[in-house]
């Protein structure tokens, strides 16, 4: 089993940065991507950034240029780096990891889920 665990969330004022971890443990798996979705309450869960095992990146319209994902494979971390932060960004944010089939002609596992972290924009 992975377990993921997230920190990082937190208050901060508008225009300010907030940066979201997402370390993995558990055993071994090979990544095929690594998803941030984020909840405000009465909405639907919505994608915010997505990074595939070969490097590419998609972000959802209303965060391009402003939050970026990247990944440490020695830390088996996923972060999100959220600058000019704005209120409609106050969410619960969780982190979603797809992996690689364990074998050739195995399927798909089901994609792991953080536990969610706050994130608060307000003065």
């Known amino acids: 089993q992975v377990q993921l665990e997230e920190s990082g969330g937190g208050l901060v004022q508008p225009g300010g940065s907030l940066r979201l971890s997402c370390e993995a443990s558990?055993?071994?798996?090979?990544?095929?991507?690594a998803r941030w979705y984020r909840q405000a309450p009465g909405k639907e869960r919505e994608l915010v950034a997505a990074?595939?095992?070969?490097?590419?990146?998609n972000y959802a319209d209303s965060v391009k240029g402003r939050f970026t994902i990247s990944r440490d494979y020695a830390k088996n971390t996923v972060y999100l780096q959220m600058n000019s932060l704005k209120s409609e960004d106050a969410a619960v944010y969780y982190c979603?990891?797809?992996?690689?089939?364990?074998?050739?002609?195995?399927?798909?596992?089901?994609?792991?889920w953080g536990q969610g972290t706050q994130v608060t924009v307000s003065s």
């Open positions: 990074l595939t095992s070969d490097g590419s990146r």
């Open positions: 979603n990891i797809q992996a690689d089939p364990p074998c050739i002609e195995c399927p798909y596992p089901p994609p792991y």
């Open positions: 558990g055993r071994r798996f090979s990544l095929n991507a």
